[in-house]
């Protein structure tokens, strides 16, 4: 099931799978951009999980395979991080989607902060966005959930919360519980936290021995964390995917 996924020539996020119909900027990207032609397989998804096989037919989607549904992960993974200038919000965002975690959480401003948004809102939707073109590039079933601007308290208190700090110990030591038990990583602004932002028993990890720039430590901490799930849990979706018999 996995193979129809990885060879359609497009995926796409529609609101029904028993009737799936694009929007118009989808249908004008499998029209005009990857120009499409009739025969072709497209994979549809609610983005809840459920997905099924469609062919391109005049400017449309036919159904052709049943729903698959997809189990969501035992374990979700998270990185929260202090917007930062220019594009390099969407490009974390997009990175974050296609690695695979399961919450983005934009964090509201903290002291070192540099950006401070006028229209939180407007932000957010254009990050919803950059995070939906990345899944369907990606060809996930489950959609990213993209949040904020939320509290650095509020990030703290979320499960299997950690910060990440080149004075933590390594993601992957096995003799701290609250390091091994890590999901949710929260990385600070270009500067870090100040001392006390941050309660000395919040578990900080480290993402190796170099100093990275903001978007690179988010990159850096969704790599570890998607790695530990995997061989923790063995994700891949051929193992979780089942049938369900859909309208046709």
Do not use: Y
């Not at 002291?111 to 995070?131: C, N, T």
């Amino acid at each position: 099931m996995i193979d129809a996924l990885r060879n359609s020539v497009a995926h796409v996020f529609v609101d029904h799978l028993d009737s799936p119909s694009l929007t118009d900027t989808d249908e004008h990207h499998l029209s005009r951009v990857l120009r499409l032609r009739d025969g072709e397989s497209v994979t549809a998804s609610d983005g809840r999980g459920g997905w099924r096989t469609c062919v391109w037919a005049d400017g449309s989607l036919r159904v052709a395979g049943d729903v698959v549904t997809v189990a969501a992960s035992a374990q979700r993974i998270g990185v929260a991080f202090v917007p930062v200038k220019g594009d390099r919000n969407e490009w974390s965002v997009q990175k974050l989607t296609e690695i695979g975690v399961d919450d983005i959480v934009l964090l509201a401003p903290t002291r070192r902060s540099v950006v401070r948004w006028s229209d939180a809102e407007k932000q957010l939707r254009k990050l919803r966005v950059v995070a939906r073109e990345a899944a369907m590039q990606a060809r996930r079933v489950w959609l990213p959930a993209v949040s904020g601007l939320v509290s650095l308290a509020d990030a703290l208190a979320m499960p299997g919360a950690a910060v990440a700090d080149p004075s933590g110990g390594p993601f992957f030591a096995t003799d701290d519980a609250s390091r091994a038990a890590a999901q949710f990583i929260i990385v600070g602004p270009e500067g870090g936290f100040d001392a006390d932002e941050v309660s000395a028993d919040v578990p900080r990890v480290s993402l190796g021995d170099t100093v990275l720039r903001a978007e690179t430590a988010t990159l850096v901490a969704a790599t570890l964390l998607a790695a530990r799930r995997g061989a923790l849990l063995g994700t891949a979706l051929h193992h979780t995917a089942t049938p369900a018999k859909g309208p046709s």
